[in-house]
């Protein structure tokens, strides 16, 4: 199974400290390589920046050579680079919070999933306190729909009490 993730969920699953779930839920996690160029941009959080420089062995860095030719321009270099690679390597998923990412992921027939699925998807094997998990992404710039993220917490609070 190859997952390719991008930079903002990658990113905030280590500034929430729950990065070790994605080798814990996947077998192979890739980025590209302009994923982890913008992990260590100036301007990115100190503590990205230095686990990037040393990252785990669960982690594979791949080169991009060839962009899908239609990929507009709105999107990052990392978002382009991780569409590609998952698109070219057939990935099983591929993990971005960008709305026009997904969407080009989605025409792509790319299977797609964002942060809070990532966060969600731990609920069944109890790899963290998932309520806990949203409360520390709260704290951080990451933003997402009020609604949406009261809604997942309602069904994990739901499901908890079966």
């Given at each position: 199974m190859?997952?390719?993730?991008d930079?903002?969920p990658?990113c905030?699953?280590i500034?929430?400290?729950?990065?070790?779930?994605l080798p814990?839920?996947?077998?192979?996690?890739?980025?590209?390589?302009?994923?982890r160029t913008?992990?260590?941009?100036e301007g990115?959080y100190t503590q990205v920046?230095n686990w990037?420089?040393?990252?785990p062995?669960?982690?594979?860095?791949q080169?991009?050579?060839?962009?899908?030719?239609d990929l507009p321009?709105?999107?990052?270099?990392?978002?382009q680079e991780?569409?590609?690679?998952?698109?070219?390597?057939?990935?099983?998923?591929?993990?971005l919070?960008d709305?026009d990412?997904?969407?080009?992921?989605?025409?792509?027939n790319?299977?797609?999933t964002?942060l809070?699925?990532?966060?969600?998807?731990?609920?069944?094997?109890?790899?963290?306190?998932?309520?806990?998990?949203?409360?520390r992404?709260?704290?951080t710039?990451?933003?997402a729909?009020?609604?949406l993220?009261?809604?997942?917490?309602?069904?994990?609070h739901?499901e908890?009490?079966?």
């Open positions: 190859s997952v390719v993730c930079t903002s990658l905030y699953l500034l929430i400290n729950h990065v070790e779930i814990q839920l996947f077998n192979n996690i890739l980025i590209a390589n302009a994923v913008e992990l260590l941009a990115s920046q990037i420089t040393q990252p062995a669960w982690l594979n860095i080169p991009v050579t060839t962009l899908l030719p321009n709105k999107l990052g270099a990392g978002e991780a569409i590609s690679l998952a698109f070219h390597l057939n990935a099983t998923l591929i993990i919070d709305m990412a997904r969407v080009e992921a989605l025409q792509r790319l299977t797609v964002g809070l699925g990532i966060l969600y998807r731990t609920r069944t094997q109890d790899l963290i306190d998932f309520s806990d998990a949203i409360n992404l709260q704290k710039t990451f933003r729909s009020s609604t993220i009261q809604s997942l917490l309602n069904r994990y739901q908890r009490t079966r």
